[in-house]
């Protein structure tokens, strides 16, 4: 089912973030959240241009935002695209923070798009 392959993506990204990252790693990070957010944003235009005469689709759009590791400066230009981009659309950015510490990135993507930011303090309690 669906639940089982996020939880299992879950697990996956938890033991990843709890090994060393070598540099072309933590690049691809970088990259990913910024494409991520871009990607799902592209989504819920696309969703929400398709269905927004439908009176029976009244949907909300949420975007769940799951890091591991912390910030880095290459990523703030882009990902802050994306968060005044989702703000004009009205899509609420909601983000975990799973890694060792805060992300100011994805506090300020929670604060400027009404949006909840969660840093459990045992992540491991999450995959149970």
Same mark, same amino acid.
């Given at each position: 089912s669906m639940s089982e392959i996020i939880l299992d993506r879950i697990k996956k990204?938890?033991?990843?973030?709890?090994?060393?990252?070598?540099?072309?790693q933590?690049?691809?990070?970088?990259?990913?959240?910024?494409?991520?957010?871009? !990607?799902? #944003? +592209?989504?819920?235009?696309?969703?929400?241009s398709r269905y927004a005469a439908s009176p029976?689709?009244?949907?909300?759009? !949420?975007? #769940? +935002?799951?890091?591991?590791?912390?910030?880095?400066?290459?990523?703030y230009i882009p990902v802050m695209n994306c968060i005044f981009a989702a703000q004009h659309a009205g899509v609420v950015i909601d983000a975990m923070v799973v890694g060792?510490?805060?992300?100011?990135?994805?506090?300020?993507?929670?604060h400027i798009t009404g949006g909840l930011y969660i840093r459990p303090q045992v992540p491991q309690g999450l995959i149970q």
């Open positions: 990204i938890m033991k990843q973030g709890a090994q060393q990252q070598d540099p072309q933590q690049q691809q990070q970088e990259v990913s959240l910024s494409g991520g957010l871009s !990607r799902a #944003l +592209c989504y819920i235009n696309r969703y929400s029976r689709h009244k949907a909300k759009p !949420r975007i #769940l +935002c799951l890091l591991v590791a912390g910030d880095t400066p290459l990523q060792q510490s805060d992300s100011a990135l994805l506090q300020q993507a929670a």
